[in-house]
Nanobody, 122 residues
Framework: VQLQASGGGLVQAGGSLKLSCAASGRTFSASAVGWFRQAPGKEREFVAHISMRGTYYADSVKGRFTISRDDAKNTVFLQMNSLKPEDTAVYYC??????????????????WGQGTEVTVSS
């Protein structure tokens, strides 16, 4: 599975962006997918996850971000609304073919995209 994240950019606080994670490989539609982010000087952190069990979010983005998928297009999306300066980070998508229950852990994911940068200005 190869992943390509896109859709990042510069947006003002309160604005919206929609990230996409396009994948190649037949196993992607059967995989759980997560979004993580890494802000400057900080460790990478969990943002959102989608699997057959449902969708899950970090508390910091709950109610503002929505993860979804279009398996016909082998793509997972992250709709980000009401963006805040603290959302500024490089966002990564990742696929977990084994559907680990520990979806907040980076080690649960087998494949990673290259990241797309999101900058939210105040």
């Amino acid at each position: 599975v190869q992943l390509q994240a896109s859709g990042g950019g510069l947006v003002q606080a309160g604005g919206s962006l929609k990230l996409s994670c396009a994948a190649s490989g037949r196993t992607f539609s059967a995989s759980a997918v997560g979004w993580f982010r890494q802000a400057p000087g900080k460790e990478r952190e969990f943002v959102a996850h989608i699997s057959m069990r449902g969708t899950y979010y970090a508390d910091s983005v709950k109610g503002r971000f929505t993860i979804s998928r279009d398996d016909a297009k082998n793509t997972v999306f992250l709709q980000m609304n009401s963006l805040k300066p603290e959302d500024t980070a490089v966002y990564y998508c990742a696929a977990d073919v084994f559907h680990h229950t520990t979806y907040t852990l980076e080690s649960s994911y087998n494949y990673w995209g290259q990241g797309t940068e999101v900058t939210v200005s105040s």
